[in-house]
């Protein structure tokens, strides 16, 4: 039996800073087979870029990684850095966020194609002329030949994009990352980017790890989404699970804080309130507890493992569960908590 393509094992991630060490990611295990699509979904902060560059092994010298990355059996945390470079775009390919930081801006965009064909599949330079060009197209690019000696700059926020997934393909990876791939274009580019990356994730049979803060973005493109809060992964489920069965109050908040077209215009977003934790001085107990319309003594104290919910392969970290009887009894005992407090406030401010 063939290992799992993807297989993350207690990964924690750390830099040192001036106040001390920063743990961006701790402690997170995954797993993901040929041909699925993960969505990493939570706040600016939650430790989705850092673990998708973790999993690469892209990261700065002064950082510290432990744990494993099991890429078809083979520990990827293991290896120097001049066996990944075999390994990057040949068997696994990012998408960064901003292309123009992760495109040459001085080097025509056909070429920064061309020299992975040439590395990893020894094209000759005519055949890997060809194939840059043909992957261009490939990815909605309009004429390609020309666009191919263009720099960067030359070319729109949606067509630089699209060169870098052309990038990412070139040599027919087995497992794409997709870090915030929308980033900063306009809702119609971010659906034809979206589409293009699921079309060409069918057409190759790619497994595929989607990073964004957008809930409402996976929705439809996903066969499994995991939330990232403070470094850690506080819930996980099929899709459909998590949408219908939510039970983490963080990934209801997120859920909360979508744009609903039914709405009527100019209705209020909803925001979470409060800031995410800092991760040099990590609070004790849950991390979300601070923000935690459910919060009671017990989550400042003990933090939640990821527990099994009912559904098989849903788990969350939690010890009052939304839409379960111990959640409804916590969230009812605070919004009174909070009705009375305002109401003696109200009394105090009529007394003045």
Known sequence: MKPVLLDVAGLSTTFPTGRGPLIALDDVSLSLDR???????????????????????????????????????????????????????????????????????????????????????????????????????SVGIPEPKRRADEYPHQLSGGMRQRVTIAIALACWPKLLLADEPTTALDVTVQSQILDLLQAKQAERSMAMILVTHDLGVVAGRTNEIAVMYAGRIVERADTATLFAETRMPYTESLLASIPRVERPSHTRLQAIAGRPPDLVTRPGGCRFAPRCPYAQPRCAEEEPPLLPAPTPGHTFACWYPVGTPAGDEALARNTASNEASNKAADRAADGR
């Open 35 to 137: 041909g699925r699509t993960l969505g990493l979904v939570g706040e600016s902060g939650s430790g989705k870029t850092v673990l998708a560059r973790s999993i690469m092994g892209l990261l700065p010298a002064h950082a510290h990684r432990q744990g494993h990355v099991w890429f078809e059996g083979q520990d990827l945390a293991a290896l120097s850095p001049r066996d990944l470079r075999d390994i990057w775009g040949r068997e696994i390919a990012m998408v960064f966020q901003d292309p123009m930081t992760s495109l040459n801006p001085v080097m025509k965009v056909g070429r920064q194609i061309t020299e992975s064909l040439r590395h990893h599949l020894r094209m000759g330079k005519d055949e890997a002329r060809t194939a840059a060009v043909d992957l261009l197209d």
